[in-house]
């Protein structure tokens, strides 16, 4: 076999900047349990924009009786403690 090249014809520009919508990190909540796992709680899989948004969604979730504590993380990875929202 002999190897064999391509050419492109046009210039492949890469661009190492973030995407504009990419310069903030988003944020997911993370619920401590008593009893079974978070992929039940709908508010687990959602990514929030801001911390206050993410803090509004809160409530909802320590209406489950198997929620202890809530905590916010970046959507990153691996994620990073934001804080902590207590009832």
Known sequence: MT??????EEPVTVSLRPSP????????LQPIMRQ??????PET??????VE?????VKQMYQDDRVL?????TDE???R???WVER
């Open 77 to 79: 990875a691996p994620p």
């Open 69 to 73: 504590r809530v905590f916010i993380v």
């Open 21 to 28: 919508d990419k310069s903030a990190p988003e944020f997911r």
């Open 81 to 83: 403690f934001v804080e």
């Open 36 to 41: 079974g796992t978070a992929s039940s709680i």
């Open 3 to 8: 190897p064999s090249a391509t050419s492109i």
């Open 53 to 57: 948004d993410a803090r509004q969604l």
């Open 45 to 50: 899989w959602l990514h929030f924009p801001t």
